[in-house]
């Protein structure tokens, strides 16, 4: 047997004994990130009030949904954690937050966990609460639009 026939035949063998070899292995961009549960977690704001929307897509185990206010916004009756116990098929649930905001930009983050394919997996989401300050804050100087469109405030010079 000739070295050609031997490389040829090594190179064959490698390629559909190590499929890795030949470029074909699964791979993963950095943008991926970490796995996530499969769980879609959806927040409406209005006045002191998050309504948040979960729904849970396929069969899990001990779901937990816990929720904290951070940057100074406080959850009325303080911190959640509740038991959504265990789900077996897709299904959605509606739970609604009281807060107050702080003075500066705060955030209420909401964290879903539990068993996914018998892998404890988690899905966590912010909502920005801005600040009361941000709502008291009224400039009297004139807005005036940059040559892109952009807001410009011209502050007086004393």
Same mark, same amino acid.
């Given at each position: 047997?000739?070295?050609?026939?031997?490389?040829?035949?090594?190179?064959?063998?490698?390629?559909?004994?190590?499929?890795?070899?030949?470029?074909?292995?699964?791979?993963?961009? !950095?943008?991926?990130?970490?796995?996530? $549960?499969?769980?879609?977690?959806?927040?409406? #704001?209005? *006045? /002191?009030? %998050?309504?948040?929307?979960?729904?849970?897509?396929?069969? !899990?185990?001990?779901?937990?949904?816990? $929720?904290?206010?951070?940057?100074?916004?406080? #959850?009325? *009756? /303080?911190? %959640?954690?509740?038991?959504?116990?265990?789900?077996?098929?897709?299904?959605?649930?509606?739970?609604?937050?009281?807060?107050?905001?702080?003075?500066?930009?705060?955030?209420?983050?909401?964290?879903?966990?539990?068993?996914?394919?018998?892998?404890?997996?988690?899905?966590?989401?912010?909502?920005?609460?801005?600040?009361?300050?941000?709502?008291?804050?009224?400039?009297?100087?004139?807005?005036?639009?940059?040559?892109?469109?952009?807001?410009?405030?011209?502050?007086?010079?004393?």
């Amino acid at each position: 047997m000739s070295l050609l026939k031997i490389c040829l035949f090594l190179g064959l063998f490698a390629t559909t004994m190590f499929p890795g070899c030949a470029g074909n292995a699964p791979t993963r961009s !950095a943008a991926d990130g970490k796995p996530a $549960a499969p769980v879609q977690v959806e927040g409406n #704001l209005s *006045g /002191g009030t %998050l309504v948040l929307k979960l729904t849970i897509n396929g069969p !899990a185990t001990s779901v937990e949904l816990v $929720a904290a206010g951070l940057g100074g916004v406080k #959850l009325t *009756g /303080g911190s %959640l954690q509740q038991n959504l116990g265990n789900v077996l098929s897709t299904s959605s649930f509606s739970r609604t937050l009281q807060y107050e905001a702080a003075e500066q930009e705060g955030s209420i983050t909401v964290q879903v966990r539990g068993l996914f394919n018998g892998h404890m997996m988690s899905k966590v989401q912010d909502f920005v609460i801005p600040g009361t300050s941000f709502f008291n804050s009224k400039s009297s100087a004139p807005l005036q639009r940059g040559a892109e469109g952009e807001p410009l405030v011209i502050l007086p010079a004393d």
